[in-house]
């Protein structure tokens, strides 16, 4: 059974970082691609960032760029997304989604209707 777990979320100042986990069970990292994606309270989930199964190309929305990264660990079947100089618009629910499919366009990366496996998400606030 597929199963992905975010972890990491919390309160964070603004200007503050965090790392988020997503562990992945049931499938394996070189088999699907990872998407990050957010929803803020009132809004429509957006795309963030994503990492490709084979390559491990990656991808950000231009508001994240510089300030998140995300990033891999097949040994531990876990993908990151470490993020610094948050912001309060930066506040939402995190979520992670796997494909079985390449994703080395960001225009892909950041439509929801491309992924098939969600986690339950974690939430950031950054607040001060």
């Known amino acids: 059974q597929l199963q992905l777990v975010e972890s990491g979320g919390g309160l964070v100042q603004p200007g503050g970082s965090l790392r988020l986990s997503c562990a992945i069970s049931?499938?394996?990292?070189?088999?699907?691609?990872i998407g990050w994606f957010r929803q803020a309270p009132g809004k429509e989930r957006e795309g963030v960032s994503c990492i490709n199964k084979s390559d491990g190309t990656t991808n950000y929305i231009d508001s994240v760029k510089g300030r998140f990264t995300v990033s891999r660990d097949g040994t531990k079947n876990t993908v990151y997304l470490q993020m610094h100089s948050l912001k309060s618009a930066d506040t939402a629910l995190y979520s992670c989604a796997a494909v079985m499919m390449s994703l080395r366009h960001l225009r892909l990366c950041i439509k929801p209707l491309v992924f098939a496996y969600w986690g339950q998400g974690a939430p950031i606030t950054v607040s001060s």
């Open positions: 049931g499938f394996t990292l070189d088999d699907y691609s």
